[in-house]
């Protein structure tokens, strides 16, 4: 018969070295050259964001590297583009028919600032091919 053992039973389970993919570490490094400004300005970018510039780097190439939209279209902008389109081809529209009021003006202004969002969206799904980007104009002024 053993002898029971003197030391009780581990409660923390032994250490279990997991077999590593080589993906896990980190084994190839990017070097660039940066001027004095881009450095500061990398390293006050890094610094804005809690981390160290390596660690800063790395994600922003990655973020960069996996953006899924490579062309982003900003939407604030293409609204406004689009108002501007619908105000100019209103205001022609109306100047070619007769001289424009200031209550016509007001009125086609009023339109292009509130078609704009409407207009940038619907542009916005055909370009990306999505259905309902055909919608039929609405009624203009």
């Not at 032994?14 to 896990?24: G, I, K, L, M, Y």
């Not at 570490?25 to 809690?50: N, P």
């Not at 922003?60 to 583009?81: C, R, S, V, Y």
């Amino acid at each position: 018969m053993s002898s029971p053992d003197p030391k009780p039973p581990s409660l923390i389970p032994p250490a279990v070295t997991a077999a590593r993919s080589p993906d896990t570490f980190r084994a190839k490094s990017i070097a660039t050259r940066l001027t004095e400004a881009e450095f500061a300005e990398v390293e006050e970018a890094a610094a804005r964001a809690g981390k160290k510039v390596g660690e800063w780097l790395r994600e922003a190439a990655l973020a960069h590297a996996n953006a899924k939209d490579k062309g982003e279209t900003d939407p604030i902008l293409l609204a406004e583009l689009m108002g501007i389109r619908a105000l100019i081809l209103n205001l022609f529209r109306e100047g070619s028919r007769n001289p424009i009021s200031d209550e016509s003006l007001r009125k086609i202004s009023a339109y292009s600032e509130s078609v704009k969002q409407q207009k940038a969206d619907e542009f916005l799904a055909k370009l990306r091919g999505k259905s309902g980007a055909a919608k039929p104009p609405e009624n203009e002024p």
